[in-house]
């Protein structure tokens, strides 16, 4: 069973750019999640969707970032513009309805300079 | 507000011997405790988790134990080898298909 793919695996910006990242969830589940992880900081939720439903995005700093997941598989989260202390490992993760616990992909490093 | 916390930001144990790493949480309302494995430039990997109704919970040589009453769970490693290296994260959870809550992360190093 393929794992969850993302897409790029390491991205250098300048800050005021924007960037978007990409990823595709183990097939059949339709929950996924993309969490943004600051060095020696534990994974923080970004935005959750249910299918193509957001169910959480109470922590996603709306101002600049964005993310959809039209027709509920494949999703991207976008930055933009970007800042300095949007340098972080961004994570996307998926669950089907009865996983307790979520699968993470290898994750994409992005540093804003 | 850190709902999940682990205290030790490193441990180090020889092999053979047994790892345990600590984590404490404030929120009543988590019903699953997690942990999970990360290596460097990697995702996480679900290790073992345990539901609130339960105080341990094994598999081969990880055992997770919960104390309700105290908020504070555990993870032994038994007998610990040198592939346990990584950093181990706790997270929690309301129930199945919700998001997760984590903590700092405790970098384990297990020495020959």
């Known amino acids: 069973e393929a794992g969850v793919a993302q897409s790029p695996r390491y991205k250098i910006i300048e800050k005021r750019q924007s960037v978007a990242f990409w990823c595709n969830p183990i097939?059949?589940?339709?929950?996924l999640y993309w969490y943004q992880q600051i060095l020696g900081q534990g994974p923080k939720l970004l935005i959750q969707?249910?299918?193509?439903?957001?169910?959480?995005d109470s922590q996603l700093p709306k101002d600049r970032f964005s993310a959809e997941r039209l027709k509920g598989v494949d999703s991207t989260l976008k930055i933009q513009p970007a800042k300095l202390e949007d340098s972080a490992v961004y994570l996307c993760?998926?669950?089907?309805?009865?996983?307790?616990?979520?699968?993470f992909g290898q994750g994409t490093r992005l540093t804003v300079v | 507000d850190q709902q999940v916390k682990q205290n030790s930001p490193s441990l180090s144990v020889q092999e053979g011997r047994i790892s345990i790493l600590n984590c404490d949480y404030t929120n009543s309302m988590f019903d699953y405790f997690l942990w999970y494995k990360k290596y460097p430039a990697e995702g996480p990997t679900f290790l073992i988790s345990i539901s609130s109704i339960k105080d341990k919970n094994e598999d081969g040589r990880f055992t997770v134990f919960l104390n309700k009453s105290a908020k504070h769970l555990s993870l032994h490693i038994v007998p610990s080898q040198p592939g346990d290296s990584a950093v181990y994260f706790c997270?929690?959870?309301?129930?199945?298909?919700?998001?997760?809550?984590f903590g700092t992360g405790t970098r384990l190093q297990v020495t020959l």
């Open positions: 969707f249910q299918n193509n439903g957001v169910v959480d």
């Open positions: 097939s059949g589940h339709a929950t």
């Open positions: 997270a929690a959870n309301a129930g199945t298909a919700s998001k997760l809550t």
């Open positions: 993760a998926s669950s089907s309805w009865e996983d307790t616990e979520a699968f």
